[in-house]
Nanobody, 125 residues
Framework: QAQLVESGGGVVQAGGSLRLSCAASGRALRAYALGWFRQAPGKEREFVAAISWSSGSTYYADSVKGRFTISRDAAKGTVYLQMNSLKPADTAVYYC??????????????????WGQGTQVTVSS
């Protein structure tokens, strides 16, 4: 069984920062990569960032490069998403995901095997 539990969402003003956490357990700890997606109201879910569990190599969507940083603490089984310089356009439900297949997990996690329940991030203008 695999479980991904997100935390850290909330409301922040434009220009502010938030850090999301994703605690992995079970089979998710043996995934090749973990990542973050987001879904804004009325829009499709989109890739945000991914990190290889073993090497720590990171991948980002162009829309967040230079503002967001993904990292992992393998000892804690936790992945983080540090979000800086937030914009109202970043408002969405953020989901943690894990992928087992090296060919589909990087760079944009085309088909994750596991999903978290999501955490709301709201950026006010």
């Amino acid at each position: 069984q695999a479980q991904l539990v997100e935390s850290g969402g909330g409301v922040v003003q434009a220009g502010g920062s938030l850090r999301l956490s994703c605690a992995a357990s079970g089979r998710a700890l043996r995934a090749y990569a973990l990542g973050w997606f987001r879904q804004a109201p009325g829009k499709e879910r989109e890739f945000v960032a991914a990190i290889s569990w073993s090497s720590g190599s990171t991948y980002y969507a162009d829309s967040v490069k230079g503002r967001f940083t993904i990292s992992r603490d393998a000892a804690k089984g936790t992945v983080y998403l540090q979000m800086n310089s937030l914009k109202p356009a970043d408002t969405a439900v953020y989901y943690c995901a894990a992928g087992n297949n090296i060919y589909t997990s990087i760079p944009t996690m085309r088909s994750p095997d596991y999903w978290g329940q999501g955490t709301q991030v709201t950026v006010s203008s």
